[in-house]
C-alpha cells in the first residue's frame, strides 16, 4: 500500500513540476513571444525572384501613394518601386499585390520588409538581396547608414546535442 502511495505522491509530484514548466513557458512567451507582438522574422523566401534589379535608387520615405497621395503609412513595392499606402490607410499596396502579383514590400515607417506571399516578414539585414534596400531607405529617412547588426551564437548544451 505505501508502494501505491508513494506513486501516487511522485505522479503528482512530477504533474505539478509539469504545471510550473508550462506556466514558465507561458510567461516568457507573453514577454518575449506573440503576446507582445514580437514577430519573428523570416531568413528565406521563394519570392525575391521578382525584386526589382535596381534597388538602391528608391523614392524618399516621404514619399505619398501614388494613388490616393496619402502621407503615411506607405510601402515601397520591391518589384516596381511604387509607393502604396498600407493596410490600415487605404490598402492600396494590399490591392497592388493581389493585381499585379508583387509580394515583397518595405514599409516606409518601421523599414520592416513584407512578404505578401509568404504572409510573414523577412529579415532585410540577412537575405542577400535586402541589404542595398534596406540600407538605402535607412538612409534617406535617418541621414545616416544604419547601425552594424551583431551575431549572438547560442552555446548548445553538450548534452542536448549528443556530443
Given at each position: 500500500?505505501?508502494?501505491?502511495?508513494?506513486t501516487v505522491c511522485?505522479?503528482?509530484s512530477s504533474s505539478r513540476d509539469q504545471s510550473k514548466v508550462e506556466e514558465e513557458e507561458e510567461a516568457l512567451m507573453a514577454l518575449y513571444g506573440s503576446e507582445s507582438?514580437?514577430?519573428?522574422?523570416?531568413?528565406h523566401c521563394d519570392h525575391l525572384d521578382t525584386l526589382?534589379?535596381?534597388?538602391?535608387?528608391?523614392?524618399?520615405p516621404d514619399t505619398p501613394c501614388n494613388i490616393c497621395h496619402h502621407p503615411a503609412e506607405n510601402w515601397l513595392c520591391l518589384s516596381c518601386k511604387d509607393v502604396l499606402c498600407s493596410r490600415f490607410i487605404n490598402k492600396h499596396m494590399l490591392d497592388h499585390y493581389q493585381q499585379q502579383n508583387h509580394s515583397v514590400a518595405l514599409s516606409y515607417s518601421d523599414l520592416s520588409v513584407w512578404c505578401f506571399?509568404?504572409?510573414?516578414?523577412?529579415?532585410?539585414?540577412?537575405?542577400?538581396?535586402l541589404p542595398p534596400v534596406y540600407e538605402t531607405a535607412y538612409i534617406l529617412k535617418f541621414g545616416e547608414a544604419p547601425p552594424v547588426r551583431t551575431v549572438e551564437f547560442l552555446q548548445v548544451d553538450d548534452s542536448i546535442s549528443g556530443n
Open positions: 500500500m505505501a508502494d501505491k502511495e508513494k511522485d505522479s503528482s507582438g514580437w514577430v519573428e522574422a523570416r531568413t526589382s534589379s535596381d534597388l538602391v535608387h528608391i523614392p524618399t506571399s509568404c504572409n510573414s516578414y523577412l529579415d532585410a539585414q540577412v537575405m542577400l538581396s
